[in-house]
């Protein structure tokens, strides 16, 4: 998680980040169909493996509707 915030980060720094604990807010995680580990940018769900830094960013910046 920590680096998947980082690499949002060096996209842009001051985008809110709101990490979910599905065990601590089931409801809320059902409501917007989230399960563990998803990184959903803009409603967009990330499906690029966070260790994969240049194609995590590219999808975050395209789910953010950059170049």
Not at 4 to 23: F, G, K, N, T
Not at 29 to 58: M, S
Request: charge should be positive; charged fraction near 35%; aromatic fraction near 8%.
């Amino acid at each position: 998680m920590k680096r998947m915030e980082q690499y949002i980060r060096e996209i842009d720094s001051e985008i809110p980040i709101w990490w979910l604990a599905v065990a601590k807010e089931p409801e809320e995680a059902k409501k917007r169909n989230i399960e563990v580990w998803h990184c959903i940018v803009n409603g967009r769900q990330i499906k690029t493996f966070v260790l994969d830094k240049e194609g995590f960013q590219k999808e975050v910046k395209e789910a953010l509707g950059s170049k």
